[in-house]
């Protein structure tokens, strides 16, 4: 089965886009379809963002100064590699709109980049309730999910960590 996920989904899909595009483009294909699945992985970030936006809209709440905790932030599941990490895109977006932004992964606990400078936070009673939104972004195997489906109040699964869970907390990408 396939899901919708932001960014690349762990994989290397983006990097057989782009080079795909480009060999194509140099043997004169218009490459069109191409082109824009490159453009849709992209955009996936964007999207969840807008998402999460909705998501924080339908139980009242704004965007702006909305505490959101995203869970994982390496490029894929169990792996230490923040390149092209579609999460790290994401927090960027959150921020941009007004959310306070704090991450959890048990692989980075610390995040430098650029203009993020921040420790990841731990995953307790008090730290989970105390988010509007909890973003699950890498479904890394060490981490409880049904921890933070227990005491988190709003949960924004993009990598179907909730599969066949039925909970109204519950949104999926």
Avoid at 18 to 32: E, H, M, Q, T
């Amino acid at each position: 089965a396939f899901y919708r996920v932001p960014g690349v989904g762990g994989d290397c899909l983006g990097k057989v886009l782009v080079s795909l595009y480009w060999k194509a483009k140099n043997f004169g294909f218009n490459s069109r379809f191409i082109k824009l699945a490159s453009d849709m992985v992209n955009y996936m970030p964007e999207y969840a963002s807008v998402r999460i936006q909705e998501a924080l809209r339908e139980r009242g709440l704004k965007i702006n100064n909305a505490r959101v905790l995203v869970v994982g932030v390496t490029y894929k599941k169990d792996v230490k590699d923040l390149r092209k990490s579609p999460a790290i895109d994401i927090i960027k977006r959150l921020k941009l709109k007004g959310a306070n932004v704090s991450y959890f992964d048990p692989l980075i606990p610390y995040l430098k980049i650029n203009d993020l400078d921040t420790e990841s936070v731990i995953l307790t009673k008090r730290n989970l309730s105390r988010f509007d939104c909890v973003v699950i972004a890498a479904d890394h195997s060490k981490v409880n999910y049904r921890y933070i489906l227990n005491y988190a109040k709003l949960i924004f699964d993009t990598r179907n960590a909730y599969k066949g869970i039925s909970n109204s907390k519950v949104v999926r990408l």
